[in-house]
């Protein structure tokens, strides 16, 4: 996959929905790190932080856990890029799905 289509479908993946979609907690925009158990004190804090202007995260306690929605993918649910890519490109295609049928059905009931 080229570094346009890669972005493309970053910018189509806002990380704070992905985050959410994964079972990860979220507020606002920190979230509770899904490796947590490595963390010192093994609390489950908010050391997650996203940075929604670059669609990013990292965790302010585990320095191998951060980059960008591929990543948390990866990371998160322990697969491998192309399985990451794959899956967010099957969200892309059905997030567009819902849009349609659901606009296409508030047509049809204004219409009426």
Known sequence: ??????????????????????????????????????HPDGSDEFTLFFDLAKNSFFCKTCSDVGGNVIDLLCQCQDCDREKAINWLKHRIEFDLETRELYYQKNKKRKRK
């Not at 890669?6 to 790190?33: D, F, H, M, Y």
């Open 1 to 38: 996959m080229e570094d346009q289509d890669l972005k493309k479908l970053e910018r189509g993946n806002p990380i704070l929905q992905v985050a959410v979609e994964l079972g990860i907690k979220v507020r606002s925009s920190t979230g509770i790190c899904f490796r947590s158990e490595r």
